[in-house]
């Protein structure tokens, strides 16, 4: 899908061809757009095709007919029972009078910019649209990495109580998407230096705050997705054991049950044994079974004591 918008005045119109000053949005786009772009701004089809690439790593690209800044940004991936975060390329190329962005799909970063929501957004003002889709990018990183840390305080309270492997596995999941956002906040901000170190992105003084409030968002990225990384980390191997422990208690508890009630399985099954009644005590007596249950019965019953005193049970 490909769509061309352009900003007039305080509005942003859809274009059915493009304009210069424009800004070209393709999503996913097929063979036929990307061979349509590519001619028109006399680019080779692969800086297109970059962000398409899921396995693409930042960079920054540039050449005498365009500037590619390709960065990673925060996706949520649908998994057939929970929601997986990972990350996804995203490439802002700049040509001759126009911005173009390319991702796989749709991203809650560009939706604010295609809907008219984004204050001061105009298609001509190229720095500052570059520097408010790195700043949606960090903001967006962080508001992931607060849902992952209250994800991560749910399953934590599960795991108190669990013997189970579903709470670990769901904790696995989220460390998972915590090394994908560590790892794409540090190709993120190489690329952020070097490209705030160039003269790509003209420093006007009115985007001063801006690219200052880019540059923390994404430090605070990085900070938060390590501290977050760490403690699912350490809360991994702490319910790891917790779960070990769990499980070895109530193995306990088990053989302890056993060896109570071996002990009437063991009178009882001397008692059957195919021997002489002379032999055996209380065989001729008239109340000889009972008189046999109820020494079986105290004789657990003490030894169920003796654990219990010992606290085997706790």
Same mark, same amino acid.
Not at 241 to 268: D, G, H, Q, Y
Not at 292 to 307: D, E, K, P, R
């Given at each position: 899908?490909?769509?061309?918008? /352009?900003?007039?005045?305080?509005?942003?119109?859809?274009?059915? *061809? #493009?304009?210069?000053?424009?800004?070209?949005?393709?999503?996913?786009?097929?063979?036929?757009?990307?061979?349509?772009?590519?001619?028109?701004?006399? %680019?080779?089809?692969? !800086?297109?095709?970059?962000? %398409?690439?899921?396995?693409?790593?930042?960079?920054?690209?540039?050449?005498?007919?365009?500037?590619?800044?390709? @960065?990673?940004?925060?996706?949520?991936?649908?998994?057939?029972?929970?929601? /997986?975060?990972?990350? !996804?390329?995203?490439?802002?190329?700049?040509?001759?009078? =126009?911005?173009?962005?390319?991702?796989?799909?749709?991203? #809650?970063?560009?939706? +604010?910019?295609? $809907?008219?929501?984004?204050?001061?957004?105009?298609?001509?003002?190229?720095?500052?649209?570059?520097?408010?889709?790195?700043?949606?990018?960090?903001?967006?990183?962080?508001?992931?990495?607060?849902?992952?840390?209250?994800?991560?305080?749910?399953?934590? $309270?599960? &795991?108190?109580?669990?013997?189970?492997?579903?709470?670990? !596995?769901?904790?696995?999941?989220?460390?998972?998407?915590? %090394?994908?956002?560590?790892?794409?906040?540090?190709?993120?901000?190489?690329?952020?230096?070097?490209?705030?170190?160039?003269?790509? *992105?003209?420093?006007? +003084?009115?985007?001063?705050?801006?690219?200052?409030?880019?540059?923390?968002?994404?430090?605070?990225?990085?900070?938060?997705?390590?501290?977050?990384?760490?403690? /699912?980390?350490?809360?991994?191997?702490?319910?790891?054991?917790?779960?070990?422990?769990? &499980?070895?208690?109530?193995?306990?508890?088990?053989?302890?049950?056993?060896? @109570? %009630?071996?002990?009437?399985?063991?009178?009882?099954?001397?008692?059957?044994?195919? @021997?002489?009644?002379?032999?055996?005590?209380?065989?001729?007596? +008239?109340?000889?079974?009972?008189?046999?249950?109820?020494?079986?019965?105290?004789?657990?019953?003490?030894? =169920?004591? @003796?654990?219990?005193?010992?606290?085997?049970?706790?």
């Amino acid at each position: 899908m490909i769509n061309f918008y /352009l900003s007039d005045n305080e509005h942003l119109q859809k274009l059915d *061809i #493009p304009a210069a000053g424009c800004w070209i949005n393709m999503v996913a786009p097929d063979d036929g757009e990307i061979q349509k772009i590519a001619k028109r701004y006399a %680019l080779d089809t692969d !800086i297109i095709k970059a962000a %398409l690439d899921l396995d693409e790593r930042s960079r920054l690209e540039f050449d005498e007919e365009y500037t590619m800044i390709l @960065v990673n940004i925060p996706a949520v991936e649908d998994d057939r029972e929970k929601e /997986l975060y990972t990350t !996804i390329p995203l490439s802002i190329i700049l040509v001759d009078n =126009a911005v173009i962005t390319v991702c796989s799909e749709e991203t #809650p970063i560009l939706k +604010p910019f295609r $809907e008219g929501m984004m204050r001061a957004f105009r298609t001509q003002m190229r720095s500052r649209f570059i520097l408010q889709i790195l700043f949606r990018m960090s903001a967006l990183f962080l508001a992931y990495l607060h849902v992952i840390d209250k994800k991560s305080d749910l399953v934590e $309270e599960k &795991l108190q109580k669990s013997t189970k492997n579903k709470e670990l !596995i769901e904790l696995l999941r989220l460390e998972k998407s915590l %090394l994908y956002f560590t790892t794409a906040l540090r190709s993120n901000e190489t690329v952020m230096k070097k490209l705030f170190r160039t003269e790509i *992105i003209r420093k006007y +003084p009115d985007d001063s705050e801006l690219l200052e409030d880019v540059i923390v968002e994404n430090e605070q990225a990085i900070e938060m997705a390590n501290i977050y990384s760490g403690i /699912l980390s350490g809360l991994m191997d702490a319910y790891a054991s917790v779960i070990s422990n769990n &499980l070895n208690i109530v193995m306990k508890t088990l053989a302890v049950l056993t060896i @109570v %009630l071996n002990i009437p399985t063991i009178i009882f099954g001397a008692y059957g044994m195919n @021997v002489n009644d002379a032999g055996m005590p209380f065989a001729q007596h +008239p109340m000889g079974f009972w008189i046999i249950v109820g020494l079986t019965a105290i004789i657990s019953t003490v030894v =169920a004591v @003796v654990f219990n005193k010992t606290s085997i049970f706790k």
